[in-house]
């Protein structure tokens, strides 16, 4: 069985930084497009950023420009988050998603697999 299984969440300031790494098992995801999701309390699941299989292109929510990175090493099987000046309004739980498709989407219908999400919390 497919599992996606999401690492780093945590409670920080606003202005600082986390990292959140995504590592599927069961099968290797270097041929598929990832993107990391959220959603707030009481709002609907959201997209954040995407990446196709080669490492572009990238997409991001207006939102997270020039603060969040996505990346991904697929020798390691693994998609990051960097994210970076966070914001009160960041948390949410994140969820790792992987899509059959090679290039990135913000669509969340293309995405096949979920992880079980990681909080992160910015107080501010």
Not at 4 to 9: A, C, D, K, P
Not at 66 to 78: D, L, Q
Not at 97 to 106: K, N, Q
Request: net charge positive.
């Amino acid at each position: 069985q497919v599992q996606l299984v999401e690492s780093g969440g945590g409670l920080v300031q606003a202005g600082d930084s986390l990292r959140l790494s995504c590592a599927p098992s069961g099968r290797t995801f270097s041929m598929y497009a990832m993107g990391w999701f959220r959603q707030a309390p009481g709002k609907e699941r959201e997209f954040v950023a995407s990446i196709s299989w080669s490492g572009v292109p990238t997409y991001y929510t207006d939102s997270v420009k020039g603060r969040f990175t996505i990346s991904r090493v697929n020798a390691k099987n693994t998609v990051y988050l960097q994210m970076n000046s966070l914001k009160a309004e960041d948390t949410a739980v994140y969820y790792c998603a992987g899509s059959r498709d090679t290039i990135a989407t913000s669509l969340i219908s293309k995405y096949n697999y979920w992880g079980q999400g990681t909080r992160v919390t910015v107080s501010s």
